[in-house]
């Protein structure tokens, strides 16, 4: 009986040491199962964050900055600052010209309409000259202007005699004000000398001086100013100053003239079916400016 509890006893213990080394060994393979877990996680963890530098890097080299317009810009604007906005795009699809310093656009006029998110670059682009000391605004009404003329058309001035010979007198002059049928262009000191001459010119031989427009005035070249000064005219301005008021003043009246022998023409109907056309053409242009604005906002 004795023995049978002493070998009861033996089996306990055995069991219980059995029990107790096992659950040592699990707890230390557990231990080292959560350490190796830990590892590994960390592990995967720098290599992502090795992986995420490495293609912020390669991001990065293979884009560059830029800047486009916020909205669409008409040809002759200039650009302001508040125009733009900055953009990232992939090294390969923007052209070599492309501008990357917001300085470089602020302050220049667009050669061309450019559409809203367009990136900028030197060829869409140029600078005005600057003013010079002699500029001066010049009204006249004694130009016979363009039907279709507007503000900021961009003319070049001329005059024919009526032998035929034309001549160009003024190149390249942006209309800045107009209003009935008198035009306001700047002139320099030289230009002003040349005008006056073709006044009275134009005045004593019945020559016509009229306007001419340009079809794309930011992409096309200045024409270079051909008509020739007329020193007997000029000898003539200096003995009576007063001249060319005289012939200028001749010259719009013989303008005006022509004008109100065209209007004259035309009936009152005429008059109100093209008045309703314009007033068409103008409501067409403007559905599909605001059409274009809402596909590009898509």
């Given at each position: 009986?004795?023995?049978?509890?002493?070998?009861?006893?033996?089996?306990?213990?055995?069991?219980?040491?059995?029990?107790?080394?096992?659950?040592?060994?699990?707890?230390?393979?557990a231990v080292y199962s959560v350490k190796h877990l830990n590892?590994?996680?960390?592990?995967?963890?720098?290599?992502?964050?090795?992986?995420?530098?490495?293609?912020?890097?390669?991001?990065?080299?293979?884009?560059?900055?830029?800047?486009?317009?916020?909205?669409?810009?008409?040809?002759?604007?200039?650009?302001?600052?508040?125009?733009?906005?900055?953009?990232?795009?992939?090294?390969?699809?923007?052209?070599?010209?492309?501008?990357?310093s917001k300085k470089d656009i602020a302050g220049k006029v667009?050669?061309?309409?450019?559409?809203?998110?367009?990136?900028?670059?030197?060829?869409?682009?140029?600078?005005?000259?600057?003013?010079?000391?002699?500029?001066?605004?010049?009204?006249?009404?004694?130009v016979v202007l363009p039907g279709t003329l507007a503000k900021n058309d961009v003319v070049d001035i001329r005059i024919?005699?009526?032998t035929?010979?034309?001549?160009?007198?003024?190149?390249?002059?942006?209309?800045?004000?107009?209003?009935?049928?008198?035009?306001?262009?700047?002139?320099?000191e030289g230009e002003i000398l040349s005008l006056s001459s073709a006044i009275v010119d134009a005045y004593l031989h019945k020559a016509s001086i009229y306007a001419l427009l340009y079809v794309e005035p930011y992409l096309q070249s200045k024409a270079i100013p051909t008509y020739p000064v007329n020193q007997a005219v000029l000898d003539l301005i200096k003995r009576d100053p007063n001249i060319v008021n005289m012939a200028e003043q001749a010259l719009q009246l013989s303008s005006r003239s022509g004008?109100?022998?065209?209007?004259?023409?035309?009936?009152?109907?005429?008059?109100?079916?093209?008045?309703?056309?314009?007033?068409?053409?103008?409501n067409k242009a403007d559905s599909m400016e605001i059409e274009e604005s809402f596909v590009m906002s898509k």
């Open positions: 009986m004795l023995k049978m509890r002493q070998r009861t006893k033996l089996m306990i213990y055995s069991g219980l040491i059995g029990a107790g080394v096992i659950g040592v060994l699990f707890a230390g393979y590892k590994t996680r960390s592990a995967l963890i720098q290599q992502y964050e090795t992986e995420i530098i490495q293609l912020k890097d390669e991001r990065i080299s293979t884009t560059v900055a830029g800047w486009t317009t916020k909205t669409k810009i008409t040809a002759g604007h200039k650009i302001s600052e508040g125009d733009l906005t900055s953009v990232e795009m992939p090294k390969d699809r923007v052209p070599q010209d492309w501008i990357t667009a050669k061309v309409s450019i559409g809203a998110n367009t990136l900028l670059t030197q060829t869409l682009l140029f600078e005005e000259e600057a003013a010079t000391d002699d500029l001066r605004y010049r009204d006249m009404g004694f024919q005699f009526p035929g010979q034309d001549y160009i007198l003024l190149s390249k002059k942006k209309i800045q004000r107009l209003s009935s049928g008198v035009m306001t262009i700047t002139i320099n004008l109100e022998s065209d209007l004259s023409v035309l009936s009152p109907d005429k008059v109100v079916n093209y008045a309703a056309q314009q007033a068409s053409e103008v």
